[in-house]
């Protein structure tokens, strides 16, 4: 599965407070700056890729500062389990997953952090293998310290995702259809006259 998304980056410094303080807190890029790479594996697990791209807007809540402004990269792997898996379905797809992840920020220093990430999130599909999906990420401080509020930090993602079929399994129900069941079926011998 592939990905393009908006993704918003909420660095406040308050952790668990004002989560939705959308005009105060969240940066929000004009267009869409993240990828994301996701590899199915078996029973709904799979290997997750992100990479986002964002800046930070002076005038916006920076670890409870608003005079910070700068860009800002993220990049993560994440081990993610989807639980359509054991719904039988795969419209509505919710998912969990956590990883590890680097963060580069100009307006925080340091700048470089290694980080925990732990999150939620759906896929919504539209027609065929198109659909929307939204995340929310926590991402938790290990480099250079410790979840400290300075480091730790909310990441949104909204985007248009393409879930490619499995080629394999569709040629083996293809070869193995009705009408090639003639090649499978076991001769018929007419007895001989006299038997």
């Known amino acids: ?11 406040d410094g308050y952790r668990y ?5 959308v005009k105060n807190s969240w940066n929000i890029p ?6 994301n790479v996701d590899f199915y594996m078996q029973k709904g697990m799979s290997i997750d890729f992100m990479a986002s ?6 005038g916006k809540t920076i670890n409870k500062d608003t005079t910070r402004s700068g860009k800002a990269f993220a990049f993560s792997g994440n081990f993610k389990y989807s639980f359509g898996f054991l719904m039988r379905q795969q419209i509505i797809d919710p998912f969990v ?8 920020r100009e307006a925080v220093w340091p700048q470089n952090m290694l980080s925990g990430n732990i999150g939620a999130g759906v896929n919504i599909m539209i027609f065929g293998g198109i659909g929307v999906q939204w995340r929310t990420t926590g991402k938790i401080g290990l480099l250079p310290e410790i979840y400290t ?4 930090y909310l990441h949104h993602h909204f985007g248009v995702i393409y879930k490619f079929a499995e080629r394999s399994n569709s040629r083996q129900r293809k070869f193995t259809k009705k009408k090639h069941q003639w090649g499978f079926k076991k001769p018929r ?3 001989a006259k006299g038997m």
């Open 1 to 11: 599965m592939v990905g393009i998304n908006w993704n918003i980056m909420e660095d």
């Open 17 to 21: 407070k004002n989560l939705f303080d």
């Open 30 to 35: 004009v267009f869409p700056s993240a990828v």
């Open 53 to 58: 791209y964002n800046e930070y807007q002076l």
């Open 97 to 104: 997953f956590a990883g590890i992840g680097y963060t580069g």
């Open 149 to 152: 509020e300075e480091y730790d």
């Open 189 to 191: 011998y007419r007895k």
